[in-house]
């Protein structure tokens, strides 16, 4: 028996945990159906917890693909077999609670053992940001409301989308009914993960919304 949420679009401490708990539930069960999401996993670090969804880097871009050494020309029919190394990379997506905020806060980072992908805001639009929310991103704040900054728990230098507006997105996106801590993050992801690549796999929603 699920139970309304105590101060939406405000969360507690153990509303941010059940509710990282619960998408990790509907994950751990359904995600031989789906292949957006490499993994999803509930981190424990510093007394905090914090849930961590991994997806593939999309396909590279023209400019990537341009910055690919040549090679000598007996060694095309290696080159072509090969895999092209991007697929080494994917994007993380750190979600914490605000603890200012008391709202989701979205870290995002590409992980990859070449090192192609810096932190800048040039990585950021041309291969996290899908091109349909680039334009309104950029008209929010100086940089769209997503910054680079040092990541609370890792240190790393990550991407920030502020959580300044999410408790207003996430008040108009609920539409006046009661949001329990199983649907807010369903609703969070749908609402504002999006914007930057993050996206709930259909088979996930579809097995949700079966148990009602």
């Known amino acids: 028996m699920t139970s309304k949420l105590s101060s939406f679009p405000h969360l507690s401490t153990p509303e941010f945990e059940s509710a990282c708990t619960s ?12 292949h957006d999401w490499i993994s999803a996993e509930l981190i424990h670090q510093h007394e905090s917890k914090y849930l961590r969804i991994t997806r593939p880097l999309p396909s590279p871009s023209t400019t990537a693909v341009s910055e690919v050494p040549e090679m000598e020309e007996e060694n095309d029919d290696e080159a072509l077999q090969a895999p092209f190394p991007t697929a080494q990379a994917v994007v993380q997506y ?41 334009s309104q991103t950029k008209d929010v704040g100086v940089l769209g ?46 609402s504002l993960g999006k914007c930057v690549g993050l996206n709930v796999p259909i088979e996930l929603v579809i097995r949700e919304k079966g148990k009602g």
């Open 23 to 34: 998408l990790l539930h509907s994950f751990n069960q359904h995600s031989h159906l789906q």
């Open 94 to 134: 750190d979600i914490l609670l605000s603890p200012t905020y008391r709202v989701p806060a979205l870290y995002v980072s590409i992980k990859d053992t070449l090192h192609r992908y810096p932190p800048t805001m040039d990585t950021l639009y041309r291969h996290i940001i899908p091109p349909v929310f680039q």
């Open 145 to 190: 409301g997503i910054t680079i900054t040092d990541h609370p728990i890792t240190n790393s230098p990550e991407f920030f989308v502020h959580p300044c507006q999410t408790a207003a997105v996430m008040e108009a996106s609920a539409a006046g009914r009661d949001v329990t801590a199983e649907e807010y993050l369903l609703l969070w992801i749908g």
